[in-house]
C-alpha cells in the first residue's frame, strides 16, 4: 500500500484506507459509520496493540458456563434445602 494510509475511528475502530494526498483532509472528520467518533491515522503497532486490549477486554466480560451453572445449582440446592426446613418446622410448645 504506498501512497495509502489507513485511518481509524477512535470511538469504534471503524477504519478505511485513504490515499495518503488525502490524508490530511480526512483526519479528523466524524466516522461515517458511529457518527461519534473521529477518524485518524493510526501507526500499524498502536493498531495492533489496541486491537489485541479491545480482544481482552471482550473476554474479560463474559462469564463462563463453567462459572453459571456451579452458581445457579447451589442456589437451586439452598432453596430448595430452605423449602425442606420450612415445610417441617415445627413449633415448640409453649408451658
Not at 36 to 45: F, T, Y
Not at 58 to 73: N, T, W
Request: with cysteine; net charge positive; charged share 35%.
Amino acid at each position: 500500500m504506498p501512497g495509502e494510509r489507513k485511518i481509524t475511528c477512535d470511538e469504534c475502530g471503524y477504519s478505511e484506507v485513504v490515499p495518503e494526498s488525502k490524508l490530511i483532509y480526512e483526519e479528523g472528520k466524524t466516522c461515517p459509520k458511529c457518527y461519534k467518533g473521529k477518524m485518524w491515522w493510526v501507526p500499524p503497532a498502536e493498531e495492533a496493540r489496541r486491537r489485541e486490549l479491545k480482544k481482552m477486554l471482550k473476554e474479560e466480560k463474559r462469564i463462563s458456563p463453567a462459572v453459571i451453572i456451579p452458581i445457579g445449582l447451589g442456589l437451586a440446592l439452598a432453596a430448595a434445602i430452605g423449602i425442606y426446613a420450612l415445610a417441617h418446622f415445627e413449633e415448640p410448645e409453649r408451658k
